[in-house]
Nanobody
């Protein structure tokens, strides 16, 4: 069992930045893939970014490439999502997820989510 707790959401103006954190506990993450998803108002949940805990290979949705960066801190068992050049279309609940299968599009564990609101 993996527990995930997100933090760092909030209200930011267009063009601004935020950094989300996802603290993981309950299991070592050696073979896991950690991901971020988001769900905007009236929209389906969509993949944002993912990172392999071992090796650090990253994956991004086209909509965030060049603006968002996913990273991890081994010592803190934490995954981060640095979000720059935010625009109102990035407004969503952002959720962290963990994949035990190593498939960056299929996840077993989810956090509760954190709200990100970008004002124009």
């Amino acid at each position: 069992q993996v527990q995930l707790v997100e933090s760092g959401g909030g209200l930011v103006q267009a063009g601004g930045s935020l950094r989300l954190s996802c603290a993981a506990s309950g299991r070592t993450l050696g073979s896991y893939v950690m991901g971020w998803f988001r769900q905007g108002p009236g929209k389906e949940r969509e993949f944002v970014a993912a990172i392999r805990w071992t090796g650090g290979k990253t994956y991004y949705a086209d909509s965030v490439k060049g603006r968002f960066t996913i990273s991890r801190d081994y010592a803190k068992n934490t995954v981060y999502l640095q979000m720059n050049s935010l625009n109102p279309e990035d407004t969503a609940v952002y959720s962290c997820a963990a994949s035990s299968s190593g498939n960056y599009l299929s996840y077993d564990y989810w956090g509760q989510g954190t709200q990100v609101t970008v004002s124009s």
